[in-house]
């Protein structure tokens, strides 16, 4: 036996589904790997014939588009499964949401019936719990939107980046309620400001660290305790009334 | 709580613990301080399987703490059995807790968070009972930062209402070094001695807590299975040696004997294996084969005070197997013991399982493989699916002369006909491990290390044709252990050990012909020395252990936390004025009439058989494996009243269970 992988039955890919979950309270500090792994373990655990590459180390299919950085909540993370029989997808949401620990819930499964989904995630809605006084953050709010360009640093794998921030904020704006479904307070606490950000995908990424670095540099914001972030939704911009769309739209509507 | 009667003695004690409101979540506190710290999620719990009951519903609360960082100790077995054993009982709760790493010990302190357990982020403090896990000494510098952490007085007799701290685990069988910090410690197998210890406690809790800590740690240790260091006297010699230990109390038992749990069949744990989302040092879900060994190497402390052998028969491994896999979705089996191949059915039940998960992804490993017991079937069965793991052999020693002195009796012809095999089953890598500081071992015996390396090559290149195979070789520094023949060895000093290992290293660098393909893998000799100090050490030695704490010591596991130079120099100070010092307690030989720290505590071992067994080993005398030989009387049985519990039971095929549909096909 030289060294050439076994041969192995590789069924092919019979279907592809995407799944939309959230990542939510505790285990927001799950990081893309730690999801990653899970995932495997509970698509195994939920028994979803799932379709793996050839080699000497198979995985299984699957695409992760991008995810939500640790520490940061989401309602709408997305990924896409091949599997090698065909699925029904509300079952399969049932049976992975309970094979997934409590917290990273799975929301929507569909069969994908058109390509480039990735293509589709043009910009993410983000909601930030600042707990520092309203006219502070108004002012930072204020003097942040007043600027064509907010310079922020932030250490990146290859290394120190400056980039602009600001060109990618499309809308910044303070709201009396979290949108969030399981939200940490039942009443918002007093010396708390809830601000809904449109930020659109570009390279470098604007993450809300970044979001909230350059309102630090361009006002007196001061934080009292870690701001509290969670993605509501990511997925195409209409850009008139910066809202972003459903990105499973497309797929709803072949089927 | 349940308690209202009290003594009029303790009654203040048990006023204070109603006074507090006890099991609140501490969450809130530490979720502020997680955003500035690295890989929070190892300590936000919540992993799939794992259990929180209310607070109020259990009688006896149970901390049960890994003393290593979230990714070493959550794997654990010992750990996750007992947890699982404990909150099937339906007075008692039991949660988890692990060292936190130094950026979140600065941040606690800075804010006041207490030590917490990871499931419902309890404070520490709150628990009846604290059980610490000790696989290795290392950690016992992090059991003070827990301590310090939880607020609870680092000194056993200063403690009232905090929880009970009970050590357990193979450092266990050597408690003395912790013995101050420690109000109990139990050896060996820890399932039934949670179960007594909780009743136990129970008991006193309902009866109001008679006669206050002091009366539950006498009850404890009336059973003469759960030592309570300080109803015990040590007394010294002038000459720094330990002239006798005694109860200081009329009513404790003079030895304390080990828990030997016997039908692994009966206690098929842990059932729902936990499965962490932080990544861990051991991605895979593990089924015990088998307990104890009695291969009879001299120096592996594990098998001596596991005996005797108790197997898991094939069928009850098989549905462990099969129950862990559909409640974890782990894509990896280990199957865990001592000696995994030793298992009397182990080529009937790797290739019954590698069939039952055929197509599935799903891969077997083989933790410890002695080369003797390796062959070509099993190879194949373990890389029939999904991925290969490595194979690692553990020859321990270079020559086969010091193999008779450590009794690891596997022969140069054994190792290469098994490497061979496995070259030429397709590996490509094979790694061997030896030791380095054995009792008489000479440069000779280390030099051979490297022979036997280019030997390994030799036959691999023939075996596959190839030239690209590799072989690494690992080499660890040997500490002398409690219980084991050589407890009363001399420890090689690390220079002496550096020194050799550089020999070592010449003569494989130098070899053109097959240098490259051998990998060496050592550490210098340095922290075997202070595991030296704290495996064979008596109670003088907490106090190194407290002041090197004090001076920063934690993590002493992980070569960027450890300081040999703190260490030395905490030793120094911690033991001015008592006549012994560091050299003492480790490179000095003792001699048959020396009283040990341990010899009161019993392994089930015969010390006048170790004592032969240790003189054979000077001779170069081996002795074989009592599974197959007629007894050689190492006293476990005789005195456990047990005996060795082994196949084959007779099963050869498994039943394949029925192909599970998956509930998620369309129809």
């Known amino acids: ?255 | 709580m349940t308690s209202q009667t009290v003594a009029t003695s303790n009654s203040d004690n048990i006023d204070a613990r109603q006074s507090r409101d006890r099991g609140i979540s501490v969450f809130p506190q530490l979720e502020a301080l997680l955003p500035l710290i690295s890989k929070p999620i190892q300590y936000v719990g919540g992993e799939l399987n794992a259990v929180t009951k209310p607070w109020d519903e259990a009688i006896v609360h149970w901390a049960l703490m890994y003393p290593d960082a979230y990714e070493v100790g959550a794997p654990n077995q010992g750990v996750q059995i007992l947890y699982e054993i404990l909150n099937e009982q339906p007075d008692v709760l039991a949660e988890r807790t692990y060292s936190v790493w130094p950026d979140l010990e600065a941040l606690m302190r800075e804010h006041q968070v207490p030590a917490f357990t990871v499931d419902a982020h309890r404070s520490v403090a709150d628990f009846d009972l604290l059980g610490l896990s000790f696989s290795t000494e290392l950690g016992y510098t992090n059991m003070l930062t827990a301590l310090s952490l939880a607020n609870i007085p680092l000194h056993a007799v200063d403690r009232d209402d905090h929880p009970i701290v009970v050590a357990g685990g193979h450092a266990a069988f050597n408690p003395e070094p912790i013995a101050q910090f420690v109000d109990a410690a139990v050896l060996g197998d820890g399932e039934e001695a949670v179960l007594l210890i909780s009743n136990i406690v129970k008991a006193w809790i309902n009866a109001g807590r008679p006669g206050g800590r002091e009366g539950v740690l006498l009850e404890l240790a009336r059973t003469g299975c759960v030592y309570i260091p300080q109803f015990y006297d040590v007394e010294y010699l002038p000459d720094g040696r330990i002239k006798r230990v005694v109860p200081n109390r009329a009513d404790v038992p003079s030895r304390i004997t080990k828990f030997t749990l016997m039908d692994l069949d009966a206690w098929p744990y842990p059932k729902a294996p936990l499965v962490p989302l932080a990544e861990t040092v051991h991605e895979r879900m593990s089924v015990e084969i088998f307990r104890g060994c009695t291969r009879g190497c001299r120096f592996c402390q594990a098998g001596m005070i596991t005996r005797p052998v108790r197997e898991r028969s094939i069928t009850s491994i098989a549905e462990m197997v099969e129950n862990g896999l559909e409640k974890t979705g782990f894509e990896e089996v280990g199957l865990l013991s001592l000696s995994s191949a030793d298992h009397s059915e182990i080529g009937d039940l790797a290739r019954n399982l590698a069939d039952r998960y055929e197509e599935t992804q799903t891969s077997l490993s083989l933790p410890s493989t002695r080369v003797d017991a390796f062959n070509v079937d099993l190879a194949n069965e373990l890389s029939r699916n999904g991925r290969r793991s490595g194979l690692t052999f553990a020859p321990e020693g270079g020559s086969e002369r010091i193999r008779r002195v450590i009794n690891k009796l596997v022969s140069e012809e054994d190792l290469i006909r098994t490497v061979t095999t496995a070259y030429g089953a397709g590996w490509r890598n094979v790694k061997l491990y030896f030791m380095c500081g054995l009792p008489t071992e000479t440069d000779e015996d280390i030099l051979q290390i490297a022979t036997m390396a280019k030997e390994v090559i030799r036959a691999g290149r023939e075996a596959s044709g190839r030239r690209d195979i590799k072989c690494t070789v690992s080499i660890g520094g040997f500490v002398p252990k409690p219980h084991t023949p050589f407890q009363w060895a001399a420890q090689l000093d690390h220079e002496a050990t550096d020194a050799r290992l550089h020999k070592l290293k010449d003569a494989i660098r130098n070899d053109k012909e097959f240098g490259k393909a051998i990998g060496l893998r050592y550490h210098d000799g340095k922290p075997g020395i202070v595991e030296g100090i704290l495996s064979r050490g008596d109670r003088r030695v907490g106090n190194i252990i407290e002041t090197v704490w004090k001076n920063g010591a934690r993590f002493d596991g992980w070569g960027e936390y450890f300081s040999f130079d703190r260490w030395m120099e905490s030793a120094q100070y911690a033991l001015e004025g008592t006549g012994v010092d560091v050299d003492w307690f480790t490179t000095r030989e003792r001699d048959y009439t020396e009283v040990l720290p341990w010899d009161h505590l019993d392994s089930g071992l015969d010390s006048e058989w170790l004592w032969e067994d240790w003189q054979d080993a000077l001779a170069e005398v081996a002795v074989d494996d009592c599974r197959w030989t007629p007894c050689f009387d190492c006293g476990v049985c005789e005195q456990m009243d047990t005996e060795i519990q082994v196949g084959p039971t007779g099963v050869t095929d498994l039943p394949m269970p029925s192909p599970r549909v998956s509930p998620v096909l369309a129809q």
């Not at chain 1, 990273?104 to 293509?119: K, Q």
């Not at chain 1, 660290?209 to 309102?215: E, K, Q, S």
């Open chain 1, 1 to 255: 036996m030289a060294s050439k992988p076994p041969e192995r039955n590789l069924a092919p890919i019979a279907q592809k589904l995407r799944v939309r979950y959230a990542k939510r309270g505790r285990l927001r500090f799950s990081s893309h790997r730690d999801f990653q792994r899970a995932l495997e373990r509970a698509l195994r655990r939920a028994g979803v014939p799932m379709a793996y590459s050839a080699g000497f180390s198979p995985h299984p299919k699957i695409s992760y588009s991008n995810s939500a950085p640790t520490g940061v909540a989401s309602e709408a993370e997305y990924v896409e499964i091949g599997v090698t029989r065909p699925c029904d997808p509300s079952k399969l949401r049932d049976e992975l949401d309970a094979a997934l620990p409590e917290g990273l819930d799975v929301i929507e499964v569909i069969e994908a019936t058109s390509r480039d989904f990735s293509a589709r995630l043009e910009a993410s809605l983000w909601e930030m719990e600042i707990y520092a006084p309203a006219q502070e953050v108004a002012e930072a709010v204020e003097a942040l939107l007043g600027a064509s360009e907010v310079l922020v640093e932030r250490m990146t794998k290859s290394g120190k980046r400056v980039f602009d921030a600001r060109s990618a904020i499309l809308l910044m704006e303070s709201v009396s309620q979290s949108a969030v479904t399981a939200p940490a307070h039942t009443q918002m606490p007093p010396e708390c400001v809830i601000l809904h950000v449109v930020v659109r995908h570009v390279v470098p990424s604007v993450r809300p660290d970044d979001v909230l670095t350059a309102l630090k540099q361009v006002g007196t914001l001061e934080p009292r305790k870690p701001v509290r972030v969670t993605r509501l939704a990511q997925g195409p911009l209409t850009e008139v009334s910066i809202s972003i769309e459903d990105p499973f739209d497309p797929d709803r509507v072949l089927v």
